[in-house]
């Protein structure tokens, strides 16, 4: 095992950092396969079994991508301050017990507070802390790495997400979330400890310097929040995930919609696509520049959005699918690379943190605002 020291590039062997790699991609799948892409199963059972209405938990479910958002700001300061193991350790036990009183709410009191204490756990266990330390270990290969262990995130949506269904219709939510939260715990918590020690590195910024936008040091964080380009980046993303999020959700609807029988195959496409366009990102982004590629993601989004709305039947959703799938599989990983690009290493969990609080924002209210965008124009 590494000695506990400074998580930055050279620190350690190249063997240990693509293993730190490998297991952040392993906790990625977890938290995201009883989390993010549970959540829609969580939310049917609490309606039909429970009996829940619709908009209790829908709001509920709203609270965890909202209390994810805000919870980074903090974060993104903690990370700094304690080893990052600690902190998806801390994660890793707030969503196991999150987990654990799913299986038993039954007033709407209690559902608020479990999906609250839920998305603190989510953001504590996961990308935050968990692209911090890969930002820190790496320098020219941290596209690549970045985008391998995001993957990791998209495997939870295609493995764990369709092997949980399975378990909760054939035992139900209550019997089996006990052992929902101690897989959290085990699988999620338990490799961090063992593989990531060390503190982040922490390069003094100058913020003085005006040739001070480089890669390492860096910009320090008062000096990059009150920049006109923090603001454009923040706000282009939080655009970015509003779409992506709000026509993830609906994508099912909007292939009724075009005449396609079994829609739900949509959704089958999109996954595949994104792992492929993450991958794809892992090797064009160490030849082509972050900025470039990530405007080129937003022009395929909104292609994406025409294919669907002007092609009909099976081939429209299915090319539409695969365009969007492609977006969702980079968008991710440019985020952290764009802050890194602009602002450097130097105080990049914190201001990485209030970028992301943006993009979760759009995250949190992209479905209803497309909901409404339908509502308004009728199809």
């Not at 009183?101 to 209690?110: C, E, F, I, M, S």
């Amino acid at each position: 095992m590494p000695r506990s020291g400074r998580l930055e590039p050279g620190g350690l062997s190249t063997r240990r950092s693509w293993l730190v790699v490998f297991v952040i991609g392993g906790v990625f799948t977890v938290a995201t396969g009883l989390g993010f892409y549970s959540l829609p199963l969580y939310l049917n059972i609490l309606i039909h079994d429970r009996g829940f209405a619709l908009t209790t938990v829908s709001y509920a479910v709203s609270s965890f991508f909202l209390v994810s958002a805000v919870v980074n700001v903090p974060l993104g300061r903690l990370v700094r301050r304690v080893e990052p193991r600690w902190v998806m350790l801390g994660g890793s036990v707030v969503s196991a017990v999150s987990l654990l009183l799913l299986g038993r709410v039954d007033a709407v009191w209690q559902l608020y507070l479990v999906f609250t204490m839920f998305g603190c756990g989510f953001s504590a266990s996961s990308y935050l802390p968990g692209t911090a330390v890969i930002v820190a270990l790496f320098d020219r290969d941290r596209p690549r790495a970045l985008a391998v262990s995001l993957t990791g995130g998209s495997v939870g949506g295609v493995v764990v997400a369709p092997v949980l269904t399975r378990i909760l219709d054939s035992f139900g939510l209550t019997e089996k979330a006990p052992w929902l939260g101690l897989a959290y715990l085990i699988l999620a918590g338990t490799p961090v400890v063992v593989f990531v020690r060390g503190r982040l590195a922490a390069p003094a910024a100058d913020a003085g310097d005006d040739q001070a936008r480089t890669v390492d040091p860096g910009v320090s964080y008062a000096r990059a929040v009150r920049s006109a380009a923090f603001a454009m980046v923040t706000v282009c993303f939080a655009i970015l995930m509003a779409d992506q999020v709000g026509a993830q959700v609906q994508i099912v609807s909007i292939g009724s919609a075009m005449g396609v029988r079994d829609a739900g195959i949509a959704v089958s496409f999109m996954a595949a696509a994104s792992i492929v366009g993450r991958l794809i990102g892992a090797f064009g982004l160490s030849r082509l520049p972050v900025i470039g590629f990530s405007a080129a993601m937003g022009v395929l989004q909104g292609a994406s959005f025409a294919v669907l709305a002007l092609v009909p039947g099976l081939i429209g959703l299915a090319a539409g699918t695969v365009l969007l799938g492609i977006t969702i599989g980079n968008l991710t990983v440019l985020i952290p690379l764009v802050v890194l690009e602009l602002f450097g290493l130097a105080d990049y969990p914190r201001i990485y943190a209030v970028s992301q609080f943006g993009a979760s924002l759009g995250t949190a209210l992209g479905p209803a605002f497309l909901a409404q965008l339908h509502g308004a124009f009728g199809s």
